[in-house]
């Protein structure tokens, strides 16, 4: 008896484990697209955040002369030798615009000192590079007596770097006086704390338009709500950048509105409405509507309207009994469309660029400006990165206050 007992356990046992396997042979394909959409591309944006060997490429032997270097004055002969045959190699490869590229980044202005210099000591033979290489280098431009030409140099050498982490909070590291805010540029800070205001505005303008529309389409009979809820998901069936672009010709000085309001007499002249953050909001408020509507309705539609009925036969006044009665059964929606609208309109970047302008872009069109027209995928990356941590502590702070198992969907 004991013998069958163990047997029906062992069987039992190798069926769960078969179901087990199962299930998670049908899951393999969804981890595996999670995998190579998700974890890998910020996998890859954090590492090369930090990771940058382009110049320790370019110029080895210099970089290693560097190591000995003091820093207070310029390198010594040897140093400036084998840079001045690194730039004479690099001048033959057609890599020297690389080189000035990344010196530029470093220090600004370091780009044509680099070109110049490099055409320079091109122009050299090889017995003449030997015995003239750093008195060539010292007349080609004086920025390579400069102690702190050489020192960014050295520093933008480094393989693994924190200084686009710098960069990305308008900081720099001085040589003397260690880490400290940028002096000449401070944008990108700027640029984060508008991002939030503009999310914030836009999540607000969400709520107050979604609210009393969601608590409309829950008070119909079923077969109008959903016929309404219609109109809602429309948009979703039309193009992005058709939206968008409708926008456009509402909000430009000659388009609709501006030619309304001059028609009825209500303005004397057309109002400056596209390329500002005016449009940028306006526009993505319209955009992200149905992600406050959608959570809105679904928990709306599961409360039981004779909780209100009740308040109100016991002797409670409209508005007090909404308040303290029906709005915080409705907080779960509410907050799971406001987390939804926040975080999406913080990386928005096509309704921004097309709407925006330079008033109204937002931090993730910086971002792609230096992917696309810098080539500075290090401080893009950076960037990025940093957008991602402030999302991930704006959840944090979201989890503690209010409770991220609150949030529903329906």
């Known amino acids: 008896m004991s013998s069958l007992t163990t047997l029906e356990a062992g069987q039992a046992a190798s069926a769960r484990s078969k179901k087990r396997l199962t299930a998670f042979l049908f899951v393999v394909p969804l981890l595996v697209f999670i995998l190579l959409t998700f974890v890998a591309p910020i996998a890859s944006m954090l590492w090369r955040s930090v990771h940058h060997p382009a110049v320790a490429e370019l110029i080895p032997l210099t970089l290693t002369e560097l190591q000995r270097w003091d820093g207070k004055t310029i390198p010594d002969a040897p140093t400036l030798d084998a840079f001045a045959q690194e730039l004479h190699g690099l001048n033959k490869v057609r890599l020297s615009g690389k080189l000035a590229e990344e010196f530029n980044r470093a220090l600004a202005g370091m780009s044509s000192v680099v070109k110049s210099t490099a055409r320079k000591v091109g122009r050299l033979k090889p017995e003449e590079l030997q015995a003239q290489g750093a008195q060539t280098l010292l007349k080609a431009h004086g920025n390579w007596s400069k102690p702190e030409v050489w020192n960014a140099i050295r520093r933008a050498g480094q393989v693994y770097t924190y200084d686009y982490y710098l960069t990305a909070l308008d900081l720099e590291l001085d040589p003397e006086n260690g880490i400290q805010v940028r002096e000449d540029t401070q944008i990108y800070l700027q640029l984060y704390s508008k991002t939030l205001n503009m999310a914030l505005v836009i999540t607000i303008f969400c709520a107050l338009l979604g609210y009393p529309l969601a608590y409309y389409l829950a008070g119909l009979p079923e077969n109008r709500a959903n016929l309404l809820l219609v109109l809602v998901l429309l948009p979703f069936w039309t193009s992005l950048l058709v939206r968008t672009t409708a926008w456009i010709a509402l909000l430009q000085t000659n388009g609709v509105i501006n030619s309304f309001l001059l ?11 596209l390329y500002t953050s005016f449009a940028t909001v306006v526009a993505m408020t319209h955009i992200l509507l149905p992600f406050m509507i959608l959570p809105l309705y679904s928990v709306m539609r599961g409360i039981d309207p004779s909780y209100l009925r009740a308040a109100l036969s016991l002797g409670a006044r409209p508005i007090p009994a909404f308040a303290r ?3 915080p ?10 987390l939804l609208v926040f975080i999406i309109s913080v990386g928005y970047y096509i309704t921004p660029a097309l709407v925006g302008g330079t008033d109204g872009q937002m931090i993730s069109n910086i971002i792609a400006f230096h992917m696309q027209r810098s080539n500075n995928w290090e401080l893009a990356a950076a960037l990025g990165s940093l957008l991602l941590g402030l999302i991930l502590v704006l959840y944090w702070v979201y989890d503690r206050f209010v409770g991220a198992s609150n949030i529903k969907l329906g």
Do not use: C, K, W
């Not at 059964?329 to 406001?338: H, N, R, V």
């Open 325 to 327: 009665i029906y709005f």
């Open 263 to 273: 028609g009825i007499g209500v303005i004397g002249q057309p109002i400056e409405m």
């Open 329 to 338: 059964m409705t907080l779960p929606g509410l907050s799971a469309g406001a």
